[in-house]
């Protein structure tokens, strides 16, 4: 496995791919515009190292190119050559970040310092989802920070516990409702601990409704 390599990035170039060949379609526009917005998040949750921040005025302007270039019919040509050489150019540069900012050990093992590969944990994305949820919602984070149970006060005894399986993926189980798991394979961490937060919190929402 190469783990020079983000997995945002061979999606991001396919979506090129298909850009630079058919550059007046919509969907190859938005399809790379969307790929190009999860490499923002990416690197806006990461800001604090120098690098890094230098990524995200790139890509800002190259999702803004594409957005232009697609919607724009006076001098598409030119927009849409302009589009493609930021677009190619904020991945290219994404890679390098990416590659340079991952540390290893003299043994070339990946080896990060603590609290560095992950932007948040998953009690993180608990106590940001009652935020939203409101006040009347709280958050305990679970041992070692790998979980969180988020409850309502006027609920005692029922909560909705945030936790990954053994494959990785976040889920929801509501302990007083059914057996099953809601699982939130539509996000990473990669997009960041707002989004991933608003995501739990309308499943949470979506949970209690069905009552």
């Known amino acids: 496995m190469n783990t020079s390599l983000t997995p945002l990035t061979p999606a991001a170039r396919a979506a090129y791919g298909v850009y630079a060949t058919f550059p007046r379609r919509r969907d190859a526009a938005t399809a790379l515009a969307a790929r190009l917005d999860r490499m923002?998040?990416?690197?806006?949750?990461?800001?604090?190292?120098?690098?890094?921040?230098?990524?995200?005025?790139?890509?800002?302007?190259?999702?803004?190119?594409?957005?232009?270039?697609?919607?724009?019919?006076?001098?598409?040509?030119?927009?849409?050559?302009?589009?493609?050489?930021?677009?190619?150019?904020?991945?290219?540069?994404?890679?390098?970040?990416?590659?340079?900012?991952?540390?290893?050990?003299?043994?070339?093992?990946?080896?990060?310092?603590?609290?560095?590969?992950?932007?948040?944990?998953v009690s993180d994305i608990g106590r940001a989802a009652v935020q939203l949820l409101g006040p009347d919602w709280h958050a305990e984070s679970s041992s070692w920070g790998v979980g969180a149970c988020i409850e309502h006060q006027d609920e005692p005894g029922a909560y909705f516990q945030l936790a990954v399986d053994?494959?990785?993926?976040?889920?929801?189980?509501?302990?007083?409702?059914?057996?099953?798991?809601?699982?939130?394979?539509?996000?990473?961490?990669?997009?960041?601990?707002?989004t991933v937060a608003a995501r739990v919190a309308d499943a949470v929402r979506g949970i209690r409704d069905a009552d």
């Open 40 to 121: 923002l998040a990416y690197a806006s949750a990461r800001t604090q190292i120098t690098i890094w921040a230098t990524v995200v005025p790139q890509l800002d302007s190259a999702i803004a190119d594409v957005h232009t270039a697609a919607t724009t019919r006076r001098g598409r040509r030119a927009l849409t050559r302009t589009a493609r050489q930021t677009a190619r150019a904020a991945i290219e540069t994404f890679e390098r970040a990416y590659a340079t900012s991952l540390p290893y050990d003299d043994h070339g093992r990946y080896h990060p310092a603590p609290g560095t590969e992950y932007p948040f944990s």
């Open 166 to 194: 053994e494959d990785g993926d976040l889920y929801i189980w509501a302990n007083l409702r059914d057996n099953n798991r809601t699982y939130l394979t539509d996000v990473s961490s990669a997009f960041g601990l707002p």
